[in-house]
């Protein structure tokens, strides 16, 4: 039997893991493929459009290329507009779509259906969700700790920091080995050396899709001591209620939720500077106007389209933005 079941974001994944079905985050496997360029050329030979967000065509062959994944839990409110078109391409190819939706005000009622749909779709019992849920919880908890030293410690990475987190969205398919890794890092950092790179910088929006942001920051002299959307992944609330769990989390709703969380982190981890990140042809580009009138620090907002390193002018504005923080 084939256990592998796709996910195109974060979602409620105890339910998965309480069906003995094994998520994969599908975002991760077509950024880390060997020849994610090669992805993104096939599904515009397939007729995807160039000027459409990498991120979906990404997915659309990662899914049709790879045999073990014939289900995917595709979210069509609450993340990329585009999904609905990517579920009707994919069915196309044979592939069983399960909907998932994020109500956008934020409903408890209604997101507690659309968690008890996803249960029963998924053949789910709701007493194996409650123990995912703290099971999980107790990987995330290592997870957490990773993300306080990153702003505690000049040990982590900005990179480190992101990988850590944005792997949470499905734990890599294996939860224990994961926590295992995890807590052998942390181990690790007590002999790591000091990061120098004074400049405390904070990273919105969705993950980059350029490979080396992070390191180019850092031999800057700057350091990312909070990713946004990739903390929110490791779904970091006090609460034993899987719904009330999934209404904190922010990205799936309004900008001002967001940016309320954004506002308590910029404060409590003394940041110098935003980098806004905004993927190419994604509507989430709207909201930087929306940022800029509510963040309290400076912000550099760069936009980034296929998986490549960073361009020549990204960088002089890096570092004019770097220096002017310095």
């Not at 109500?103 to 789910?124: E, H, S, W």
């Not at 040990?155 to 480190?160: C, E, Y």
């Not at 992944?233 to 954004?262: A, G």
Request: hydrophobic content about 40%; some cysteine.
């Amino acid at each position: 039997m084939n256990r592998k079941i796709g996910i195109t974001t974060t979602i409620p994944v105890e339910v998965v893991y309480a069906a003995d079905l094994v998520p994969v985050d599908l975002n991760n496997i077509f950024i880390t493929h060997e020849n994610p360029h090669g992805l993104l050329e096939d599904a515009e030979l397939a007729g995807y459009p160039r000027n459409l967000c990498a991120w979906i065509k990404g997915i659309y062959t990662t899914v049709v290329k790879n045999d073990d994944i014939n289900k995917v839990i595709a979210v069509t409110q609450g993340d990329c507009s585009n999904t609905h078109a990517l579920m009707e391409t994919l069915q196309l190819e044979g592939v069983e779509i399960i909907p998932f939706a994020y109500p956008f005000d934020r409903d408890q009622d209604m997101l507690g259906l659309q968690i008890d749909k996803l249960t029963l779709a998924l053949g789910a019992d709701r007493e194996k969700v409650k123990e995912w849920k703290m099971k999980l919880d107790q990987v995330r908890e290592r997870v957490w700790r990773i993300d306080e030293l990153s702003w505690k410690t000049n040990k982590v990475s900005g990179f480190d920091n992101h990988l850590w987190q944005v792997c949470c969205s499905d734990f890599n398919g294996e939860p224990d080995k994961f926590s295992q890794e995890a807590e052998e890092f942390i181990a690790r950092l007590e002999k790591a050396p000091d990061i120098d790179a004074p400049v405390r910088l904070g990273y919105i929006g969705v993950p980059p899709i350029m490979t080396d942001l992070y390191q180019y920051l850092e031999s800057k002299g700057a350091r990312v001591v909070f990713n946004e959307v990739q903390r929110q992944f490791t779904m970091p609330f006090d609460t034993d209620n899987i719904v009330k769990q999934y209404s904190m989390y922010t990205y799936p709703y309004d900008i001002f939720w967001r940016l309320e969380d954004i506002s308590r982190e910029i404060e409590k981890r003394n940041i110098h500077g935003i980098i806004h990140y905004a993927q190419s042809f994604c509507y989430r580009q709207i909201q930087d106007l929306i940022i800029r009138r509510k963040v309290n620090v400076p912000v550099l907002t760069i936009e980034g389209d296929r998986p490549l390193h960073l361009d020549a002018r990204t960088k002089m504005r890096i570092d004019s933005f770097v220096e002017m923080l310095k």
